[in-house]
């Protein structure tokens, strides 16, 4: 599907929508108890590839006005009676994959064409090591994956550069196992803060985890682990999931490029939690923008700002790349965004995506393999025709940077947006933007 976003003005305020980190933790989470309802979830096309694999495993997910109501498999996976389709999901992927490790037999894993050339190879040799079986079936660590299970225990290394699902997906099938889990972190962490999301969701299911030296100093990364034989159980049977800060960093970035003079972009459900990405807020504020976060209140309020070029590093954020190459498109100067290989094995290779696709609007970008470059500012951005590379935060990136454009912008590919902000284009004209489809 083509949008067409026209050079708009914004004003307003809008909801953020739930995360979908949580969401995918808390259905798993719901799974893994004897039951659980889930408030306030995230219904994506990535979420509901979660549920699926939920029904899959002996669980139950049935969907309510407000909530989810999971009918859980209490720590024992059943062996699925079919494929489990994971769609574009890595973070199901990633998450179903220790799950399947427990069951007494074999599942199959597989994903649309994206999720099918991403790397699994850290995840699939630790099952090994916990004893288990896992193979790609292209023997390159990218799905197909077959898992054989059960595992018991015990504690793996691997390193902590690639994916930090991998370390979440350990810690929460290992709280099911016999033994534990430790894993011992071959290097520096990217990601860290998504394992600090799964922490903070297994303290709410009642489940103990915790790190070790991690962020210290030395060549490792540090440990995580969770003891065995623990129960998922939240307080009262329920589990609230709060708002989106990837989600919020389209809108606080489309307002601070394009709201209405003497106006602002309000942005609701926005309270603090283990998020990394709330580093936009702080990030726009280095970048010149007019922005304040009402924590009590859990509401970011942003004017229209003239930016200018900072250094970021997305080593702990990296689904901020494409908003921040955005906002530095626009913005004066140089936008330097640094530790952004890992950022390349996302749906796309979002470094290039974006390099390449804000060049086609007018930017000048340069990348390294760990850098992006952004060199806006110098003339408007022209507007023109660019592909959303069948990735949502491409999608709504790109979509960002054209409200700011002099001409209209088409993003062809647009309904990616499903993955993880399914009204995205209805919220943005809401605000004002001049969005056609
Ligand atoms: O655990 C999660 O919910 C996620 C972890 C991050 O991936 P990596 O750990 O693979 O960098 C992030 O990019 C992804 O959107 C969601
Ligand atoms: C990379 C992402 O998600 P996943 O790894 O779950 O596909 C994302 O949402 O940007």
Redesign the pocket.
Known sequence: MDVEIGPSTLSGSARAPSS??YT??AILAAGYSGGALVYDPLVSADTKATMRAVDAFGGAVSRESDHLDVDGFDGRTEVPGDVIDCANS??TM?LVTAAAALADGGTVLTGDSSLRSRPHGPLLRAVDELGGRARSTRRNGQAPLVVDGPISGGTVSMPGD????FV?ALLMAGAVTEEGVEVELETEL??AP?VD??LELLDEFGVEAGKRGVGGEGDGGGTYYVEGGQFYEPEDGEYHVPGDF?SISYLLAAGALAADEGDAVRVRGAYPSAQGDSKIVGVLGRMGADVDWNRDDGVVTVERSSLSGVEVDVGDT??LLPTIAALGAVADGETRIVNCE?VR??ETDRVSAMAEELEKLGAVTEETEETLTIRGGESNLTGGRVDGRGDHRIVMALSVAALAADGPTTVAGAEHVDVSFPDFFEVLYDLGATVNR
């Open positions: 979908k980190s995918h933790r890595g973070t990633r690639v994916s930090s699902q979440t990217k990601s998504y999301i799964t990837s990296p689904d890992h094995y996302k």
